[in-house]
């Protein structure tokens, strides 16, 4: 009965559309964070190496 309505089915189909859309740019914002972080980690360690001693 609902599916019938054509505003509803543009309704759903926009809904869908953008939902998805939010959902692969969130998925995205996420795997650069956790790349930023491990690559911050990355050079804290490296970095600690290069220090001398007592420093």
């Keep these: 009965m609902l599916a019938a309505s ?14 998805g859309i939010g959902v692969v740019v ?3 914002i996420v ?3 956790v790349q ?3 690559e911050r980690r ?6 600690a190496t290069r220090r001398p001693p007592g420093a």
């Design 6 to 19: 054509k505003a509803f089915s543009t309704t759903v189909g926009l809904i869908a559309t953008f939902g």
């Design 26 to 28: 969130n998925v995205i």
């Design 31 to 33: 795997f650069i964070a």
């Design 36 to 38: 930023i972080r491990g």
């Design 42 to 47: 990355q050079n804290q360690e490296y970095l």
